[in-house]
């Protein structure tokens, strides 16, 4: 798909066609694969994610390429694979957590695409990283005070995001999307009704 081509798409009986690439941002555990994914199949277009595709690209994991070549090599080339997903196919994009703290990501993401932040409060968060160590910044001595300190810094360029949608522990998947398909019918110059 070229940059000009659009994807139309049916959900809930009303029919879309989506313009820009939708990016899903926020901390860790905000639920931007989970909803991302079920987004895209919603309005059957690509599901991209930049993790997987940094990854795949470098045959190693997220945790791998922090121990041997650090964040700030991974920074770099999250930035140049956030280009290039947004440079192809339309589609719900994804990204890692720390990628929306780059000012050149949030300028790039809101020029190509539209930015989707969901909002997670630091309490569902927790309960829904905390028994993971893939994880490689919460490797910590006290990861609690860790996602705590993080979560404080970030949410102030989060708030940046063209979009914010509530995400909670109570909500359904689905219904998560409901909300972001309700929140991106406000940009029409995004997601337009057919």
């Known amino acids: 798909m070229s940059g000009i081509e659009?994807?139309?798409?049916?959900?809930?009986g009303e029919a879309y066609t989506l313009k820009k690439t939708v990016v899903m941002v926020g901390m860790m555990g905000a639920g931007k694969t989970a909803v991302g994914r079920a987004l895209a199949a919603r309005l059957h277009v690509p599901f991209l994610d930049s993790d997987a595709e940094i990854e795949s690209a470098a045959n190693m994991t997220i945790p791998e390429i922090f121990a041997r070549d650090g964040e700030p090599f991974f920074r770099k080339k999250e930035t140049q694979v956030i280009g290039r997903l947004?440079?192809?196919a339309k589609g719900v994009l994804s990204t890692g957590g720390g990628a929306f703290l780059?000012?050149?990501n949030r300028?790039?993401?809101?020029?190509?695409?539209v930015s989707v932040w969901l909002k997670a409060d630091l309490s569902t968060l927790w309960n829904?990283?905390?028994?993971?160590?893939?994880?490689?910044?919460l490797r910590t001595d006290d990861p609690r005070t860790t996602l705590r300190e993080?979560?404080?810094?970030?949410?102030?360029?989060?708030?940046?995001?063209d979009l914010a949608v509530i995400s909670d522990s109570d909500t359904a998947i689905e219904t998560m999307v409901d909300?972001?398909?309700?929140?991106?019918?406000?940009?029409?110059?995004?997601?337009?009704?057919?």
Not at 107 to 113: A, C, L, N, P, T
Not at 181 to 187: N, P, S, V, Y
């Open 86 to 88: 947004l440079d192809e």
């Open 102 to 104: 780059s000012e050149t």
């Open 150 to 161: 993080l979560y404080d810094a970030r949410v102030p360029l989060y708030s940046e995001a």
């Open 107 to 113: 300028r790039m993401i809101s020029e190509k695409g």
């Open 6 to 12: 659009q994807s139309t798409a049916r959900t809930g």
């Open 179 to 194: 909300r972001v398909i309700e929140a991106l019918k406000t940009r029409p110059d995004v997601l337009e009704q057919a």
């Open 128 to 137: 829904r990283v905390r028994h993971r160590d893939t994880r490689p910044l």
